[in-house]
């Protein structure tokens, strides 16, 4: 308000009764939010379903689909299952999917995902033989095929071998993209894993396929109900020593822009909800497009303060991944995509 405008509004032969210490507001940002209509003319951001990436659980040698207690709506898919889940899927308007192996083949180093046979191979053939048009993200770890639980084999010291993983990662990489995968996602934290990765995909032909790295991946006990749905808890120890310390947010930007260098295609944030600040930060820090996980403990909690009658379900999903998009994020992994989608095509941003 300029000085002349406070002046009139506060002077005695103005029309009004009030005094100079409460000028009337000329700048009413209320004007802007008396209707719905309004509201979503003046929205600054907002959702659509090509947003989205549903994390999706596979298990071998089982022959039907096992709900997943921690989380209601998600489930454990058969190999049987799958394909019809993701062609479903697809039909409500999902454009990507990201797979993750729940093995019965493990062994020190995760040599099953290694193979053009294994689980990590077939579920994403599976899925893009029965979808081609969804995009299938290969999500590149060893957790879900280690006896340990680890992210990499273990040197004698009990720790992950860095440069052991990142050449089983290039290896974990091609074997992704020979069964079809459109795009692979690093998700152990291994210095040098994008550089690494991108060697492997351009020596064998496949320098055409993205790679989203999950370049800042905190230490999150966030990921408590993912570990039971892809059955990869720790034998001992924790993953400390790679993934980053939830008390660091300069240090985020120097994993981002090291990942960056090294030729990722997008960086992800993980988890959600906690490190918006982290994504915030990140986005004044580079053009490459960000994606930000909503973790199982934040699917949960929202789930079980719906159940208890706390939240409304479907609103605190709405804010939770509209604050996604409001802090910089272009793509939002979430257990919650199929609810979204469902709320996006029903009209709820055209109607809050
Ligand atoms: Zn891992």
New binding site residues.
């Given amino acids: 308000m300029t000085q002349t405008q406070i002046k009139k509004l506060g002077s005695p032969s103005s029309s009004f009764q009030h005094n100079m210490d409460a000028p009337l507001p000329i700048i009413r940002k209320r004007r802007l939010r008396q209707n719905a209509g309004f509201r979503s003319m003046v929205r600054e951001n907002t959702l659509s379903a090509s947003d989205f990436i549903l994390p999706m659980f596979v298990e071998e040698n089982v022959s039907e689909r096992a709900a997943i207690s921690s989380l209601p709506g998600v489930y454990r898919e058969s190999e049987q299952s799958l394909g019809n889940i993701v062609k479903d899927a697809a039909a409500t308007g999902l454009k990507s999917i990201m797979l993750f192996g729940v093995s019965h083949n493990k062994d020190e180093s995760g040599a099953d995902s290694l193979h053009s046979k294994g689980l990590f191979a077939r579920m994403i053939d599976r899925a893009k033989q029965a979808s081609p048009e969804t995009l299938v993200v290969a999500d590149l770890?060893?957790?879900e095929y280690t006896d340990h639980g680890h992210?990499g084999p273990l040197t004698k010291h009990g720790d992950v071998d860095n440069d052991a993983t990142l050449e089983n990662l290039m290896r974990q990489a091609v074997v992704a993209a020979e069964a079809g995968a459109d795009m692979v996602a690093p998700?152990?934290m291994m210095d040098g894993m994008v550089a690494a990765i991108r060697e492997g995909l351009d020596q064998s032909g496949f320098e055409h396929v993205p790679i989203m790295s999950y370049a800042t991946k905190f230490a999150s006990c966030f990921y408590g109900p993912f570990r039971d749905a892809a059955g990869c808890g720790l034998g001992k120890g924790n993953r400390k020593t790679y993934q980053m310390d939830p008390a660091n947010a300069r240090e985020a930007i120097e994993e981002a822009m090291q990942d960056e260098m090294e030729g990722a295609d997008i960086l992800m944030v993980k988890p959600g909800m906690p490190y918006l600040d982290i994504l915030a930060n990140i986005r004044q820090e580079t053009n490459l497009p960000l994606a930000i996980y909503q973790v199982s403990g934040e699917y949960a909690m929202i789930k079980s303060a719906a159940e208890k009658g706390l939240l409304d379900e479907t609103d605190a999903m709405m804010e939770s991944l509209l604050a996604f998009k409001r802090a910089g994020a272009d793509i939002i992994l979430s257990y919650f995509s199929l609810d979204a989608i469902k709320q996006i095509k029903d009209g709820y941003l055209e109607n809050v």
């Fill in positions: 770890c060893f957790c992210c998700s152990g």
